[in-house]
């Protein structure tokens, strides 16, 4: 079993995202999953709702900060931000593969609910497909 970790700035949106996608796509049991970040900001509502509306629930996860996980053998880390690729605290993962994307925050976005719900569902859709890419390239393949 691999050690997957998603790894965002708040683990509150993306990271968080992300997380419940590799959890429920695997088509088997693949890998652990776990999600962090280098702050903890708390579970967004927003990304509890909008991955609720794609059938994954991830209203039971916690923000957690990457330091709870040291001691972790990994074979993944992702980061799912260009912030959190830049300040990350060393995290020793000798033969860690390190993957890189920046999602967009639709959590940054100010304005009217439509808009706001639109910016989360593209970033949720985005984060579906590499997550995809993902299992299919990396633990399945």
Known sequence: MKNVLVLCTGNSCRSQMAHGYLQALQPKPLAKIYSAGIETHGLNPEAVAIMKEDG?????????????????????????????????????????????????DPSKLKGSPEARHTAFENTRNEIRDYCRKFIAEKLAG
């Open 56 to 104: 994954i629930d991830i209203s039971g996860h916690t923000s957690n900060h990457v330091d709870e996980y040291a001691g972790i053998p990994w074979d993944f880390i992702i980061t799912v931000c260009d912030h959190a690729k830049e300040n990350c605290p060393f995290i020793p993962a000798d033969g860690a593969e390190r993957l890189h994307h920046n999602f967009s």
